[in-house]
């Protein structure tokens, strides 16, 4: 496993759609904020994987992966936004056959960066059987 958080929230500080982001926080309401941040919050996330490990992000319409490194791995890269309501937010899995490597990035409400953490597939596979991983065993994870 390897710890990326400096590097991913370097990455996402230098992205020019944050601006978008933080501006749609300010001014969405609680329910549209919650309910549409998913997706712009997935696609930054992507995009940062994809500068920091020199890759490109492949698009919505594929399955199972979500960047494609220079070396021919595929990441999935999972994200969620800590909230209030939400401080161990649980990132699924996916299928470990589709990806060689997965992502799990925790945003701040200021989206900076709480913890990004790579696994490889077979590091998915050995921890445990569940669906997901909460924040809190990607945070006991990088402490490893």
Known sequence: MR?????????VARLPDLDVLKHFQRNASTG??????????????EQAVADVLKGTVVGKNNKGFDVLL????????KSRLRTTYRHNSQF????????????GISFNHD???QIALQ????????FGSSSRFTE????ELADR
Not at 32 to 45: E, F, H, K, P, T
Not at 70 to 77: D, E, F, I, L, P
Not at 119 to 126: I, P
């Open 32 to 45: 549209l904020y919650a309910d549409g941040i998913g997706r712009l919050l997935g696609n930054i996330a």
């Open 70 to 77: 220079k070396s021919g791995v595929r990441a999935q890269v």
């Open 119 to 126: 696994l490889t597939a077979q590091e998915v596979k050995m």
């Open 136 to 139: 809190q065993q990607l945070i």
């Open 3 to 11: 710890n990326l958080t400096d590097q991913i929230d370097t990455a």
């Open 111 to 113: 989206f900076s960066v």
């Open 92 to 103: 699924m899995k996916g299928n470990p056959e589709s990806y060689d490597t997965w992502i």
